[in-house]
């Protein structure tokens, strides 16, 4: 099992910033592909970026890339999401999610955390 905790979540005004973390415990956090979605109310779950187990290959989507950075640091067992010009409709509930390899499908993720809410007003 791999607990998976969010945290870096609030209230930011567009075009600031935020960065999200995801600390995770259990087993080794190195042997995981990590990423990052979305859910905004009444809508999917959306993909926003994945990296990979040693954190030299990351992938965007569309709506985040040049504006989104993920990273990810093995001997913190943590995953970030630097999240830079914040849109209002970047407003959702985030998770990071773990798996044995990158996807843009949250299906092939495994392990979830409970998210953190990101608000960003206009």
């Known amino acids: 099992q791999v607990q998976l905790v969010e945290s870096g979540g609030g209230l930011v005004q567009a075009g600031g910033s935020l960065r999200l973390s995801c600390a995770a415990s259990g087993r080794t956090f190195s042997n995981y592909a990590m990423g990052w979605f979305r859910q905004a109310p009444g809508k999917e779950r959306e993909f926003i970026a994945t990296?990979?187990?040693?954190?030299?290959?990351?992938y965007y989507a569309d709506s985040v890339k040049g504006r989104f950075t993920i990273s990810r640091d093995n001997a913190k067992n943590t995953v970030y999401l630097q999240m830079n010009s914040l849109r209002p409709e970047d407003t959702a509930v985030y998770y990071c999610?773990?798996?044995?390899?990158?996807?843009?499908?949250?299906?092939?993720?495994?392990?979830w955390g409970q998210g953190t809410q990101v608000t960003v007003s206009s």
């Open positions: 990296i990979n187990r040693s954190g030299d290959s990351t």
């Open positions: 999610a773990a798996g044995s390899k990158s996807s843009i499908s949250y299906q092939r993720y495994d392990y």
